[in-house]
């Protein structure tokens, strides 16, 4: 499975920012779950991913007490696009947070459709 981060139109990705964020050891713990996710992709199941509605998904990433989620989507069925990340505080996934992966979603698809056309042209 071909992981993408999601990119802003300035070519920046959503994804390395919440990274840097974290501390050394928690870091290495999500790249890792980014990692399973790679090599099961569609396949890989809680506790490491687990599906929240409209094709959303989570990673999820637990050390001690804190709780990292980057959630994502599958594209073309061989890619899963990370579109942002979080520190999880609250029992249910913010709803902001499954919204922005949403429309995150949604500009990356037009934007492909759109490449796609470019191409043809």
């Known amino acids: 499975m071909e992981i993408e ?3 802003f139109e300035d070519g920046t990705n959503a994804i390395d920012p919440f990274l ?3 501390d ?3 870091r290495v713990k999500v790249l890792r779950t980014i990692g399973f996710l790679e090599k099961f992709g569609r396949f890989l199941r809680e506790p490491y991913s687990k599906p929240l509605k409209d094709g959303i998904f989570e990673l999820r990433t ?13 594209f073309d069925g061989n890619k ?3 579109t942002n990340g979080f520190t999880k505080k609250t029992r249910k996934t913010p709803k902001r947070e499954i919204e922005l ?5 949604e500009r990356y698809i037009r934007r492909k459709i759109n490449e796609r056309l470019q191409e043809k042209s």
């Open 20 to 22: 840097d964020a974290l």
């Open 80 to 82: 899963a696009v990370l």
């Open 101 to 105: 992966a949403k429309d995150r979603r």
């Open 62 to 74: 637990i050390q001690g007490n804190d709780i990292e989620r980057i959630l994502y989507f599958f």
């Open 24 to 26: 050394i050891k928690m």
């Open 5 to 7: 981060y999601y990119k």
